[in-house]
């Protein structure tokens, strides 16, 4: 490789066919451009949609309920179904060693909500302490809803940071100050923040004690969210979910007197069931994008083959004067390699370096919906290059080895 004269002749063939040689590195290098972008956007779905479920707890059970659309046991379609406190008091005493997290939600329907005369256009739930970890909120100033507010029926309240900014003073802080809920006076002893970003910090919460009582929900609770206890791998978290969504849909079914086959009366929704399609999807996707990349590349190394087969064939004379004057097999096939793996390695390189830098500029950017940082790993895409380099020797070794089995007497009398 460090042979002057040899590399002396790989330049003056280039400069010679210099059109040739920039459409055939242009395949190539194209070929690796399209790989690394399409494997950056493969990785930037994946982001996308992990992100997308970061917004709750990654293994959340959510059940809510509808109306029946099936006779069963002499019981007419049509009925509401409605969850009750003892529905779930029963599954989180069933299901304890399987639960990490739990909370009733009951939406209080109606509700005005004022401050110093100010109407405040949001949803009031109330929810138990364990919402906190279902929702993914995190605390900015005081603190959450606790188990004392719960027992003794709190006028207590907890504000997003949303709110905050939009009904409160820069300087101001909201704890300690008191919120009109319907007429009735609640203090505010927390602001909280969601990780989803802004369009989860839509609602104000207070303890679901307090709002079945002061707000006439009686034993009602509008859905009921769940979280199961970690597991040691993601798909034996997956089987756990299903396991335990289809135990708690049974027992529903059964205890409202609901026909199995009912999809709408009682719903069941899991996260990481939602998941694991979503991650599958992504993973195929990844996949056909590999085919897609790697079959452009394959165009290219084809292209550097036909390349150095018109070489070789322009050299042919040039190829016999060599072996007439002693020039070894050996010798004549690392002349064609060469050059095959110099233009393979040029190009190459310079797809690499192009894509890279186009997802380090324009990926952070990038935010759309399922399409976050479209990114690609460094020493992946690296040894994709080299495959490609290792790919273009293949390619220039059948056009020299033709070259060096050409005999001497044929090659002298080739035009």
């Known amino acids: 490789m460090l042979d002057i004269e040899r590399w002396q002749e790989i330049f003056d063939t280039i400069r010679k066919n210099k059109l040739r040689t920039f459409l055939t590195g242009l395949s190539v290098a194209s070929g690796i451009f399209i790989l690394v972008i399409l494997l950056g956007f493969g990785q930037g779905m994946q982001n996308g949609i992990a992100k997308e479920f970061e917004a709750d707890a990654s293994n959340r059970v959510w059940v809510w309920t509808r109306v029946t659309t099936k006779e069963h046991k002499g019981l007419n379609p049509g009925r509401v179904i409605r969850l009750r406190n003892e529905n779930h008091e029963y599954v989180s005493s069933r299901f304890s060693e399987d639960l990490q ?21 949001y949803g009031v739930q109330g929810v138990t302490s364990d919402y906190q970890f279902i929702e993914n909120h995190f605390i900015s100033e005081g603190r959450y809803l606790n188990v004392s507010d719960e027992k003794v029926g709190a006028k207590v309240t907890i504000i997003s940071n949303k709110i905050k900014r939009e009904y409160f003073k820069e300087d101001e802080s909201p704890l300690g100050e008191y919120l009109e809920i319907s007429g009735i006076q609640f203090k505010v002893i927390g602001v909280y923040g969601d990780r989803g970003g802004e369009r989860e910090e839509n609602r104000i919460f207070i303890p679901i004690t307090t709002a079945q009582r002061v707000f006439g929900g009686s034993d009602i609770v509008n859905n009921v969210s769940y979280t199961l206890q970690p597991s040691e791998s993601f798909d034996d978290a997956v089987l756990a979910s299903i396991k335990f969504s289809s135990n708690l849909k049974k027992y529903l079914q059964e205890s409202h007197t609901v026909a199995p086959d009912d999809q709408s009366a009682i719903n ?34 084809v292209g550097v083959s036909n390349i150095m087969l018109i070489v070789v064939k322009e050299r042919t004379r040039e190829i016999g004067i060599r072996k007439a004057l002693g020039a070894k097999p050996w010798s004549i096939i690392g002349m064609i390699l060469h050059e095959a793996i110099f233009v393979t390695a040029i190009s190459g390189f310079t797809g690499l370096i192009f894509s890279m830098g186009l997802l380090e500029l324009l990926g952070p950017h990038i935010e759309v919906d399922y399409i976050l940082n479209p990114s690609v790993n460094f020493k992946v895409a690296v040894t994709t290059v080299f495959v490609l380099i290792f790919a273009g020797a293949v390619a220039g070794f059948f056009p020299a080895w033709r070259a060096a089995n050409i005999q001497t007497i044929e090659a002298l009398r080739d035009e």
């Open 101 to 121: 997290h739990k909370s009733g939600v009951y939406r209080v329907r109606n509700a005005v909500v004022s401050y110093k005369n100010e109407s405040i256009g």
């Open 268 to 301: 069941v929704f899991n996260t990481l069931e939602e998941a694991k399609r979503y991650y599958t999807l992504t993973n195929s996707i990844k996949l056909f994008f590999w085919f897609v990349g790697i079959c452009t590349i394959i165009a290219g190394v």
